[in-house]
C-alpha cells in the first residue's frame, strides 16, 4: 500500500522543459543587460535544440537534421556569437545544408525590431574536394541584441548522424 502511495505523488509532479518558440523574443530577454548565472559572460546560448528525422523519398533515404538556437549578446567581446559556422560534405552524395530563418532582435524606440540575414551575410567556403563551411554573419548586432536562427542539413549519409555538443 505504501509503495502505492509513493507512486501516486510521484505520477503528480511533472517535469516541463523550457519553453522556446522560434520568433518569440521577449522584452525580457532584451532588456537582460547580464546573464544571471555569469555577469562577466559577452554573449550566452539561452536555448539550442536539435532534431534528427528521417525522410524517404521514392529513390533514397535522407537524414534530416534541424538546429534551433537563441543567443543573447551581452558585450562587444560577443560579438563573436553573431557568427555561425557549420561544415559539410560535399564529395560524392553531397549534403544540402541552409538556413530556413535567421534574425537579430533590438529594442529600438521601446520597441522590438527584427531584422532579417540577408543574403549578402551567407557565404559558402570550399575547404577541400569533400568539406565546405557554411557561413553566417548576423546582420545589426549590438550589445543587448538576441539573434535567433535555423538550419537544416539534408543528407543522404542517413546512417552518419551528427555529434552534439551539450556544452560550450
Do not use: C
Not at 532534431?51 to 551581452?74: M, N
Not at 559558402?124 to 569533400?130: C, F, I, P
Amino acid at each position: 500500500m505504501r509503495i502505492i502511495i509513493i507512486l501516486l505523488l510521484l505520477a503528480g509532479f511533472s517535469a516541463t522543459a523550457q519553453e522556446f518558440k522560434m520568433g518569440k523574443v521577449s522584452m525580457e530577454e532584451l532588456q537582460q543587460k547580464f546573464h544571471p548565472a555569469d555577469t562577466s559572460a559577452p554573449a550566452a546560448i539561452l536555448f539550442k535544440r536539435g532534431k534528427s528525422f528521417f525522410e524517404i523519398t521514392s529513390d533514397r533515404w535522407f537524414l534530416v537534421t534541424e538546429v534551433e538556437a537563441r543567443i543573447k549578446i551581452y558585450k562587444k567581446e560577443g560579438y563573436e556569437y553573431a557568427n555561425e559556422e557549420i561544415d559539410y560534405y560535399t564529395g560524392g552524395l553531397s549534403v544540402k545544408l541552409y538556413f530556413t530563418d535567421a534574425y537579430t532582435y533590438n529594442v529600438v524606440g521601446g520597441k522590438i525590431e527584427k531584422t532579417k540575414l540577408r543574403s549578402d551575410g551567407e557565404f559558402d567556403e570550399k575547404v577541400n574536394e569533400n568539406v565546405s563551411i557554411k557561413k553566417i554573419v548576423m546582420p545589426n548586432v549590438k550589445e543587448g541584441s538576441v539573434i535567433e536562427y535555423k538550419y537544416v542539413i539534408k543528407s543522404p549519409y542517413f546512417h552518419e548522424v551528427n555529434d552534439w555538443y551539450f556544452q560550450y
